[in-house]
């Protein structure tokens, strides 16, 4: 077995108790806590995998121990002012830590992607029913007699009558109500969103960090696999770790091997790949491929249009690269990259064949290494 799946599944956000980097934005959420000047919707933005879930539920941990903002006890009195926070840190046997871990704090909404029962899968979006639960969550008095937390993962999954149920409960925010909004791409996000939120915005983390992170997760795991998960990552920690987690290296090592080959492919390894990647236990297998290779092309375009070498994480990646290059235009590329990101979210809405999906893909890349299709 692999370093990289020498490992525990990955885990929930809630359940993270350290979290690497963003120092900054933690200072952001504790000064409006300890000013008891709190905006009640936050917008957490920044590349995926990066931290952003985890920090919202290690912020929603320490509200959820704050008693309201109008500081009145159980009988009106006024309570003695508490030491201002220096971190959001809690320990993970606190009880607080322990009931969020397993989704069973009272004041705690998490909204995020439902299953659809019909088709058996994941739905595409947050629906308008799942939205609805806000009115109602924050309508309630809470349960424990402190704050109300709701976080919604992510607010990009929400379709147009979902995001319009959002803004209704943005406009009449309760008292002692908090809602954390996460997002990968705040640019999609409704500007009527965007403008009632105080927004944070999270950036990718050095590599060294992110090797921190990996070496700390899989103590096992090499220092040039953690350095080759780091880079592929993008400053990424959680992006790096599921890459891990579904043995990502050695489905990058495929992917070169193919592209060093082009336009010979073998079409014994290429159906025994699809099949492997078909199988209804390889999803995030399949979605780790996909977005590996689509990466692979736009690191290829982008590298050349800026006129940088080809970068290499693995053996043989650079030469891949320059062969590629000189078999088509940069401009047949892009094309190719757009296609196989077309067949993928085609092929994820009508439920297509994976395995059909993974031999177009390498019909496409044979295709333009040749100078056709």
Not at 74 to 89: I, K
Not at 121 to 144: C, H, P, Q, W, Y
Not at 230 to 252: C, D, S
């Amino acid at each position: 077995m692999n370093s990289e799946t020498e490992q525990t599944d990955l885990a929930h956000p809630r359940t993270a108790a350290t979290l690497i980097g963003h120092e900054a934005a933690e200072r952001a959420l504790l000064e409006g806590l300890n000013a008891k000047r709190l905006p009640h919707a936050w917008l957490i933005s920044g590349p995926e995998g990066i931290g952003k879930a985890t920090l919202a539920y290690r912020f929603a941990r320490i509200v959820l121990d704050q008693p309201p903002e109008d500081g009145g006890g159980l009988f009106g009195e006024t309570p003695s002012a508490a030491p201002p926070l220096e971190n959001l840190a809690m320990a993970e046997d606190h009880p607080i830590f322990r009931r969020v871990a397993s989704g069973s704090h009272g004041d705690l909404l998490v909204i995020e992607r439902g299953y659809d029962e019909k088709r058996k899968t994941m739905r595409s979006a947050i629906i308008i029913d799942d939205v609805r639960k806000l009115a109602n969550f924050f309508g309630k008095t809470s349960s424990e007699g402190g704050w109300r937390v709701a976080v919604i993962d992510s607010v990009d999954e929400l379709n147009r009558n979902s995001s319009n149920a959002l803004l209704k409960n943005l406009e009449e925010p309760p008292d002692d109500c908090l809602l954390l909004l996460i997002s990968h791409s705040p640019g999609k996000v409704l500007p009527t969103i965007r403008s009632r939120c105080r927004q944070l915005a999270l950036s990718p983390l050095p590599d060294e960090a992110v090797v921190s992170f990996l070496k700390l997760r899989i103590p096992n795991m090499t220092d040039t696999d953690a350095a080759g998960l780091a880079a592929l990552a993008g400053g990424a920690p959680g992006k790096a770790l599921k890459i891990a987690e579904e043995g990502g290296l050695e489905l990058y090592r495929v992917i070169i091997a193919i592209l060093s080959k082009l336009p010979n492919l073998d079409i014994e390894k290429a159906h025994a790949l699809a099949d492997r990647l078909a199988r209804k236990d390889a999803d995030g297998a399949y979605q780790t491929f996909m977005e590996l290779l689509s990466g692979w092309l736009s690191r290829l375009v982008r590298t050349h249009a800026a006129g940088d070498s080809p970068v290499e994480f693995v053996a043989g990646e650079k030469t891949a690269a320059k062969r590629l290059l000189a078999s088509a235009p940069p401009g047949r590329w892009i094309d190719v990259w757009e296609n196989i990101l077309q067949m993928k979210n085609r092929a994820e809405a009508i439920n297509l064949d994976r395995k059909q999906v993974v031999l177009s893909t390498l019909d496409a890349l044979q295709s333009a290494s040749r100078g056709s299709g």
